[in-house]
């Protein structure tokens, strides 16, 4: 667990819905649900992030942050092959533009060697830009816990598809809280998931999610990016 | 050319594979020829087919021994060489029976040279009640050939006709670039007990799921408006089809166009009411692709 403040407050700045890297402009395929009528309230949005979670977030997210800071992957390496796992355009790109800005916010104000030169291979287009590898890196840093790390990030996830979801359902604060707080063990069990996780299974997306993710870029007013 | 990697491999004579087989194609005199070709074990090729003008031998393999059962193993290696042409494709249907203990594990890897055109069209897969299957395919495609690849998972079969009753079928698919730069790396992994298979978008109606990566230099984002345009039509025809599609980029640090990742290749993920319904449309699709960089129709998918 998290023992000294600075991992503690360096986790909480960063693994932050505030942190300003445009994730409440990215919809992840969520805007095509809702447009398919298939989330229209708090239960059939909590269906779909629990979806998300364990298909989406667990085996991509989850797993690079495992990957630099259990198992000891290059950065740069695991910042290629998270790219090359998101087949729909819109989510490529939406990852990287976070990526990018969440590699300047580190830079700027974690600076490591590791980061700053991550931030290097980024601003000279030799790496994509990556939140939770910047995280991992982080973590890895300040002697925080992989599986901290991992729950802080899919949480801070789940928590701006959340806002993103009230307003664009919409539902109501409380109903995104009550979401949020039914999301606790299943971030457990997502955790687990991605301890587990072999090599074959890395980057393993649902489907479903994907075909949503790729329609999203045919949708007729948007209100987000992805 | 590929006999001598894979023998430096090791793979050649595996004594583990239950069945394998490596194959050469290049181009020679305006034909696209078999020029090395090794087997062992319960998997073989076919007399070459050619199945139009335009020279592409259709390479058939077969597995004798009908289906796969636990722990078997299976390698398949095709090599197109530069400006030669391929269409893999398969006998009939791959059947995987209940696996306890070991997975059936299925390795294929395909490099396209320079200029060079590799089709790999399989049957559908059919995986029985806890049934086990691990297909890992590896395909390097140098930056001026084409690969088009796709895949079909049917519900499977369970003896009191409930659907999709496998233990796992999961399957990876790395697409590169020859100096290892990766353009996409797709896994689908399915796992029914542990989740709903409504979690994989799997809904009475909607059993069928089909997988199209393409990498072409011709591929560009008007080629993927017309597969879009495709698809939409096909949506209003066919009850319980959805389907995607989305460009591919190419591996960080190449350069990129101006309109972003999408310069690579493609993928289509469709979920749909049956084979015929979900190969139907990924061979529309592949037929579209085939009149963007030649005068191939589309492929017969009734066995030659």
């Given at each position: ?28 395929g ?10 229209h309230d708090?239960?059939t949005?909590?269906t ?5 979670l ?8 989850g ?25 729909p355009?819109?989510v490529?790109?939406a990852?990287a ?22 931030a290097?291979l ?7 830009g ?15 816990h ?6 802080a990030?899919?949480?801070t ?10 307003r ?5 604060q409380?109903?995104g809280q ?5 999301m606790?063990?299943e971030?457990t069990?997502a955790?687990d998931?991605?301890?587990a ?16 993710q790729?329609r999203?870029?045919?949708?007729r ?6 | ?9 090791g793979?050649?004579?595996?004594v583990?594979l239950?069945?394998g087989?490596?194959?050469?194609v290049?181009h ?7 020029t090395g070709?090794r087997?062992?074990?319960?998997l ?15 390479l ?15 390698r ?11 269409l893999?494709?398969?006998q009939?249907a ?8 070991r ?20 049957d ?6 806890d ?14 050939a084409?690969a ?5 998972v ?6 009191d006709?409930?659907?999709?009753r ?17 353009i ?9 007990d542990d989740d ?8 009475p109606?909607?059993?069928h799921?089909?997988t ?17 345009d495709l ?5 209003a ?30 993928a289509?993920?469709v ?9 139907d449309?990924?061979?529309?699709v ?9 005068n ?6 009734r066995?030659?």
């Amino acid at each position: 667990m998290i023992g000294d403040e600075s991992g503690l407050l360096t986790v909480l700045q960063f693994a932050d819905s505030a942190l300003p890297t445009g994730a409440f402009s990215q919809s992840l395929g969520l805007e095509t649900a809702i447009h398919d009528d298939a989330v229209h309230d708090e239960a059939t949005f909590q269906t779909w992030l629990h979806r998300f979670l364990h298909h989406q977030l667990a085996p991509a997210d989850g797993w690079a942050i495992r990957a630099v800071v259990r198992d000891g992957l290059y950065a740069l390496r695991v910042d290629a092959m998270l790219h090359a796992m998101s087949l729909p355009v819109q989510v490529r790109e939406a990852n990287a533009a976070m990526g990018r800005r969440a590699v300047q916010i580190a830079a700027e104000n974690f600076p490591s060697l590791e980061i700053t030169d991550y931030a290097a291979l980024v601003s000279t287009r030799r790496a994509v830009g990556s939140v939770p590898v910047v995280l991992a890196l982080l973590a890895r840093e300040h002697g925080i816990h992989w599986r901290d790390a991992c729950a802080a990030h899919v949480f801070t996830s789940l928590t701006a598809l959340t806002q993103n979801a009230v307003r664009g359902i919409p539902i109501g604060q409380n109903a995104g809280q009550r979401v949020l707080r039914a999301m606790h063990p299943e971030v457990t069990r997502a955790v687990d998931r991605v301890a587990a996780l072999t090599e074959d299974q890395v980057g393993a997306v649902s489907p479903a999610l994907e075909i949503d993710q790729m329609r999203h870029a045919w949708q007729r007013a948007r209100m987000f990016m992805s | 050319m590929v006999i001598d990697a894979v023998t430096r491999t090791g793979a050649a004579h595996d004594v583990e594979l239950t069945g394998g087989l490596l194959l050469q194609v290049e181009h020679r005199g305006g034909r696209h020829v078999v020029t090395g070709q090794r087997h062992q074990g319960a998997l073989r090729l076919l007399r070459p087919l050619y199945l139009d003008s335009s020279g592409q031998p259709c390479l058939t393999v077969v597995n004798p021994g009908g289906g796969y059962v636990g722990g078997d193993r299976y390698r398949l290696a095709v090599a197109v060489g530069s400006e030669a042409s391929a269409l893999v494709t398969t006998q009939s249907a791959t059947k995987v029976y209940r696996t306890p203990g070991r997975a059936v594990v299925q390795e294929q890897t395909f490099t396209v040279g320079a200029g060079g055109t590799l089709e790999v069209i399989p049957d559908p897969l059919i995986a029985y009640q806890d049934a086990d299957y691990l297909q890992r395919t590896e395909v390097v495609v140098s930056p001026d050939a084409r690969a088009v690849l796709t895949d079909v998972v049917t519900p499977g079969w369970a003896p009191d006709g409930s659907l999709h009753r496998w233990s796992s079928v999961l399957l990876r698919t790395t697409l590169a670039r020859p100096h290892g730069g990766l353009i996409s790396l797709d896994t689908l992994h399915l796992v029914p007990d542990d989740d709903a298979v409504a979690d994989h978008g799997f809904l009475p109606g909607r059993t069928h799921l089909g997988t199209l990566l393409a990498v072409a230099p011709e591929i560009d984002w008007a080629v993927i408006e017309v597969v879009h345009d495709l698809l939409t039509k096909r949506e209003a025809e066919v009850t319980g089809l959805r389907a995607g599609v989305t460009g591919l980029a190419e591996p960080a640090g190449v350069a990129q166009g101006t309109r972003g990742s999408a310069a690579a290749g493609l993928a289509v993920r469709v979920l749909g009411p049956g084979t015929s319904a979900v190969e139907d449309l990924l061979l529309d699709v592949h037929a579209a692709l085939r009149r963007r960089w030649g005068n191939q129709g589309r492929l017969n998918a009734r066995k030659y």
